[in-house]
């Protein structure tokens, strides 16, 4: 194989890599870039957890700042709520009692596989 024909493979891997996601756990966030969303993986290994709080749907987290709103999907069964994040925590996203009951799974008090879009 020619050196111009490898370069050309190689590029090619990069751009598959970086515009897909192959995530088998973590948190998924969605990146607005332009016109398009690139999936971007942070948090991994996370989970998407209830931190036991009341009122209306909100989250703590820490890897967003307070005020970022977001969208967040269970994607074991589709369900999704829309919250904004109101402080500070250990985790990557913690929801409150309101908010988790949205999306969770009957009997389970965490989502192992979620999806987080920050909005507008």
Same mark, same amino acid.
């Given at each position: 194989?020619?050196?111009?024909r490898?370069?050309?493979?190689?590029?090619k891997?990069?751009?598959?890599?970086?515009?897909?996601?192959?995530?088998t756990?973590?948190?998924?966030?969605?990146?607005?870039? %332009?016109? =398009?969303?690139?999936?971007? *993986?942070?948090? &991994?290994?996370?989970?998407?957890? #209830?931190?036991g709080? $009341?009122?209306?749907p909100?989250a703590?987290?820490?890897?967003?700042p307070?005020?970022?709103?977001?969208?967040?999907t269970n994607?074991d069964? %589709?369900? =999704?709520?829309?919250?904004? *994040?109101?402080? &500070?925590?250990g985790?990557?996203? #913690?929801?409150?009692? $309101?908010?988790?009951?949205?999306?969770?799974?009957?009997?389970?008090?965490?989502i192992?596989?979620?999806?987080?879009?920050?909005?507008?």
């Amino acid at each position: 194989m020619s050196r111009k024909r490898t370069m050309s493979l190689t590029k090619k891997l990069v751009l598959s890599v970086t515009t897909g996601a192959l995530v088998t756990g973590g948190v998924i966030v969605m990146v607005a870039t %332009g016109n =398009a969303s690139v999936p971007d *993986v942070v948090c &991994p290994g996370s989970t998407v957890t #209830l931190s036991g709080e $009341a009122g209306p749907p909100a989250a703590t987290s820490g890897t967003f700042p307070a005020g970022t709103k977001l969208k967040v999907t269970n994607l074991d069964n %589709g369900q =999704a709520t829309t919250v904004t *994040v109101n402080g &500070p925590s250990g985790s990557c996203v #913690l929801l409150n009692n $309101a908010a988790f009951e949205q999306v969770r799974e009957p009997g389970k008090n965490l989502i192992r596989r979620a999806r987080v879009e920050r909005v507008s």
